[in-house]
């Protein structure tokens, strides 16, 4: 029964071989008013961004936990942020990805920590978001929602998750996504060591810094809020980290500065 609404919807995408024959007029509503970086997109990369969609809602699956009940609103908002994220990509949005499963709010988890002894402990954590190199994303449905509304804080539950699920495809969640050459990965690896070293000295001065002080965590948590930067600050991204700004463009294909300019 939880899976229902997003049944409908895949068969809708299934059934058809144009898509923009079975786009309704209110999922467009929908995303209009649910994902405003919607509207900033030029109508080609629209039309791009729902056959993007179809992909991904007729390969991935979508649970309602903690009884949410799904809406149409909520699989088409979740999907079309992520698909953001892989809009020129050829093929499976994600091909990983099986199940994303949606927590009406924060929800818990239980995490392993290992102290500089190797003592490992557990403890229970509240979250916002998970991703799982098994093919799974976990998502505070209001969290979505929020992030989703506000495009210019960087603070985006989503594109971060999404970010970790491109992160998780070459086996390694390390903040190197999968790369088409080895020059491709010499760039990434140069651009992203500097940037992640310089932001970490600043982190480490208390100073405030435009991509959230998270991503000091590790590598792979500062290609994520990085990512998040990309898409919400882009101009200020590329001001202040301009050959990170240029290697995220290079990765999405696609440059948010034109959208939110």
Not at 123 to 137: D, N, Y
Not at 184 to 209: C, M, P
Request: negative net charge.
């Amino acid at each position: 029964m939880k899976s229902m609404i997003w049944q409908k919807i895949r068969s809708l995408f299934q059934e058809t071989e144009k898509v923009q024959d079975v786009f309704k007029e209110e999922w467009t509503e929908l995303l209009v008013a649910n994902v405003p970086l919607y509207s900033r997109l030029p109508d080609d990369l629209k039309l791009q961004l729902h056959e993007r969609i179809a992909r991904f809602i007729s390969s991935t699956r979508f649970e309602g936990c903690n009884g949410l009940e799904l809406t149409e609103g909520m699989i088409l908002t979740v999907a079309a942020q992520a698909s953001l994220l892989v809009l020129k990509r050829e093929g499976e949005p994600y091909p990983d990805l099986t199940t994303v499963y949606l927590y009406p709010t924060t929800f818990s988890s239980v995490q392993k920590r290992s102290d500089a002894y190797g003592i490992v402990t557990e403890g229970e954590v509240h979250r916002l978001g998970e991703s799982w190199e098994t093919g799974t994303v976990i998502l505070a449905w209001d969290s979505v929602e929020q992030g989703a509304r506000n495009i210019f804080d960087a603070r985006n539950v989503t594109f971060h998750e999404f970010a970790h699920q491109l992160d998780h495809e070459d086996g390694d969640t390390d903040g190197a996504p999968a790369l088409p050459s080895r020059e491709a990965y010499r760039s990434w690896a140069r651009v992203f060591r500097q940037n992640y070293a310089d932001f970490l000295e600043q982190v480490g001065k208390g100073k405030r810094t435009l991509i959230d002080d998270y991503g000091a965590t590790n590598p792979a948590e500062f290609f994520a809020v990085a990512t998040e930067t990309f898409f919400e600050k882009p101009r200020q991204l590329c001001k202040k980290r301009p050959d990170l700004y240029d290697e995220l463009k290079s990765y999405y294909g696609v440059d948010p500065q034109e959208w939110l300019s």
